[in-house]
């Protein structure tokens, strides 16, 4: 298939985007089950958990940059890319959440081990299956189609996980990630719309993962996206410790994953549209208000409120349906703008997974051993003011920071297609 206009079908976007249902049955765990699984099923303690955490998502915050600019000069497919990252997901998920049984030095070592694994074959398939999608069309009514799919069926993946997790436990959620994983990427690699191969000459030289940088435009809507991923990274890194021992309903966590994420995939057709009516940027700084107008309201509840942080995580999940969908769009549209179609993607991809490493690598290495210090033990009722601060009030902050970087950055320039298609070097 080619990738221009015609070939952008419901079903050629769903060859493409169903890739991403196994890519985040694998987020979910390692972004917020793999500390209380630590914590739980190993001699480590949080403060040691978080510093692994923070050591491990450094790491991977620059290799994802180097990966990407290691496809932007290989001028291959990114087919090549996806495939070669499928074995590497297999045995790093393995690893992380069927650890053998060792001494408390060797299982730290294992877990950075396998971090380390699970985010450079997520960065590679990642960063892969992104500047794919990116190169599909820079059209500004078919790009947030090409990410509201894939992040749809991302969003899928993370139902998938929860509901698994809950029922099956971590051998049941392993075994379909592996089955989930081989099938879409057979799919993703047999029918998905590919866009053009880039001749030998079109490859990009060494320094063009400079290039993003260059890029007002890519600075500021990277600024963005580094307060508004520490805003999210922070709540779900303390998901599982906040609903299990602040709520006292740790029972009900897959339940109210499940609503959250639900709700984010069922408003996702509606951000897509808020954003063809005035703009992906304009429609992402209203869900970054409605996420912090609602989830505020956490800090307030008390033990045993079901219903009502049920009801938090039905409308927080209506806001991040846009958090999912509409930065990728953006990235897609600057990228088309600045005239590096077809050129820079994974660059530009490279340092956006960098982003996204760094706010969760801030969230964990930041927020569990402040929490530790302040006295919260996990599984216990100490320290459970600071925990609920930490989780509720501070992404708030953050979400409003977030909201005003977005409100002055300048990312006119992206959204219409008769704008002439120029360099963006200031």
Known sequence: MSSGAGALTLPALFSYGLFGLPLAMLALPIYIYVAPFYAQRSSLDLAQIGAVLLAARIAAAFIDPALGAWMARGGRSYAIYVAASLPLLLLGFGALFHP???????????????????YAAYGLAGIAHQSWGAALSHAPTQRARVTAVRE??????????????SVLGYDGLSLAF???????GALLLARAPRPALRSAGGAVAGSGWKVPLRQRAFRWLFA????????????ATLFLFFAGDYLRLGHYAGPFLIVYFCAAAASMPVWVALARRFGEARAWGGAMLLAACVFVWAYG??????WGFAS????????????????????AGLIGAAGHAGRHEAAYFGWWNWG???????????????????????GSSTGLPALSAAYALLPCALKLLAALLLWRAPLQHIYS???EIRPCTS
């Open 100 to 118: 053998p049984s060792l001494s408390h030095g060797a299982t730290l070592a294992w877990f950075l081990a396998a971090l380390l694994l699970v």
């Open 152 to 165: 749809g069926c991302g969003l899928l993946g993370v139902i998938l996980a929860a509901a698994l997790t």
């Open 178 to 184: 592996a089955v989930c994983l081989l099938a879409a």
């Open 224 to 235: 963005v996206l580094l307060v508004n991923g520490v805003a999210a990274a922070i709540p």
């Open 301 to 306: 509840l008390d033990a045993g409120a079901a």
């Open 312 to 331: 938090i995580c039905l409308l927080s999940g209506l806001a991040l349906g846009a958090d999912l969908a509409l930065p990728p769009a953006l990235l």
């Open 356 to 378: 996204v490493q760094m706010s969760l690598a801030l969230a964990a290495g930041i927020a569990l051993p402040l929490l530790a210090w302040l006295g919260y033990v996990p």
């Open 417 to 419: 297609d008769h704008l």
